[in-house]
């Protein structure tokens, strides 16, 4: 009979495990308790499927730190499809008793530490058939200490939020909204208007672990704004956040010198690894991170469903 529950004390943070699959283990128990001391998860958000008394699969709610309500699932070891269609059913449930309305998950490709997501194929067929759409299919890029640091770009001087105020940072990027190629930020236009749209983005990055001087707005040469960089820290990795080009910047290089701007603000912190993302059919994008001397180590599908 399966039972599904929450994860007792003593289960935690290890959950699911394999015996063979010692790597993917000791990952994902790291990631749980960095996700349960970062706030972005707790204890009771952490549920498993039980089977002949041992642990078949497991999902984990998540949410930004210091949310009351959870967004997404992490951690999803879905076992075999019974299991996992139980268990997805049941994470839509809790999270709907939390006042949740909308839940995501991400696919990464290939299969890599914390989350070790194996058999993407069947994993997708899974989500698709628990009610989820594909929102973006993305691509992840990385820096890691000792790959070359991108040049700075002297075409740009920089003002920190701390200086600026919210605002200016809404405005920008409420003007690159206008036209922007990532279909995550069409999605909250059409729901929400530009500004609105630019209002939860930057009210989102506010909420992320950073430094007051880590947000900054680039000014060129007239002193007009162009660029906007908001770099952050997730359980997992440093990350490039928030890149954006006034329309009035565009084509001259701009995006790459925000993600080296964000690459130089994490590195001068200490940060080891630095991440970004961006939709697949964001090529300038994608090329401002290659530019910038990233690699991409990885696709993304970020999925949906409404609860």
């Not at 929400?192 to 707005?217: K, S, T, Y």
Request: charged share 25%; glycine share 10%; with cysteine.
């Amino acid at each position: 009979m399966l039972t599904l529950r929450t994860a007792r004390p003593d289960e935690l943070p290890a959950l699911t495990t394999s015996s063979d699959d010692g790597e993917r283990n000791a990952a994902t128990a790291a990631y749980l308790t960095a996700l349960l001391e970062s706030g972005c998860t707790r204890p009771e958000w952490c549920l498993v499927a039980e089977q002949d008394g041992r642990l078949a699969g497991n999902v984990v709610l998540w949410t930004m730190p210091g949310r009351q309500v959870p967004t997404d699932i992490v951690l999803l070891e879905p076992g075999d499809p019974d299991t996992g269609r139980a268990l997805l059913a049941h994470a839509a449930q809790q999270a709907r008793d939390l006042g949740a309305e909308v839940q995501g998950h991400v696919l990464d490709t290939p299969a890599q530490a914390p989350q070790f997501q194996r058999d993407p194929q069947e994993r997708e067929a899974l989500l698709v058939g628990a009610g989820f759409t594909v929102a973006r299919d993305g691509r992840r890029f990385a820096w890691t200490v000792g790959d070359p640091m991108p040049a700075q770009d002297q075409r740009l001087h920089w003002r920190s939020l701390a200086d600026l105020g919210v605002e200016p940072f809404v405005d920008l990027l409420a003007d690159t909204f206008t036209d922007t190629a990532d279909s995550i930020f069409r999605a909250e236009i059409a729901e929400h208007g530009l500004r609105g749209a630019a209002e939860r983005n930057v009210a989102d990055m506010l909420e992320m672990d950073h430094r007051p001087g880590w947000f900054e707005i680039g000014y060129d040469a007239a002193d007009e704004p162009v660029a906007l960089s908001m770099p952050a820290r997730t359980a997992s990795s440093a990350v490039i956040g928030l890149v954006a080009v006034a329309r009035a910047g565009r084509g001259r290089g701009y995006a790459t010198a925000v993600v080296a701007r964000g690459t130089y603000v994490l590195a001068e912190a200490g940060c080891g690894e630095i991440r970004g993302d961006c939709d697949a059919g964001n090529t300038a994008m994608a090329k401002a991170f290659q530019r910038a001397g990233y690699r991409n180590f990885a696709d993304r599908k970020m999925f949906t469903r409404p609860l």
